[in-house]
């Protein structure tokens, strides 16, 4: 498995094994939306929240990843999304 992401953590120093900061959120909602988006994808996401705000709806979030999947996470973050669903799924 050395050309998969698993086999490239095994690879990785400490310092780069830790996951990394890859977006934030002003709304907690918002992240957990892309935090879906991600794990769909096959990516291992680690989500931080800040409930300071009235039962957490309006807290801020945060989604780190690994090292190795920064840019594939960026680019699926990056992508248009749909407000409907697809003709014929509805």
């Known amino acids: 498995m050395k050309d998969s ?10 310092g780069e ?13 918002l ?3 892309a935090r879906i988006a991600l794990e769909q994808e ?3 996401v680690f989500m931080t929240q800040d409930f ?6 309006f807290g801020k979030g945060e989604l ?5 999947d920064v840019e594939l996470a960026r680019e699926i973050l990056q992508r248009p999304r749909r407000s409907s669903p697809p003709p014929g799924q509805q």
């Open 64 to 68: 780190r990843v690994y090292p190795a």
């Open 42 to 44: 096959g990516i291992e």
């Open 5 to 14: 992401p698993e086999g490239q953590r095994e690879q990785m120093g400490n």
């Open 31 to 33: 992240a957990h939306i």
């Open 52 to 57: 300071d705000a009235i039962f957490g709806m």
């Open 17 to 29: 094994k830790e996951p990394v900061v890859i977006a934030t959120f002003d709304r907690v909602g």
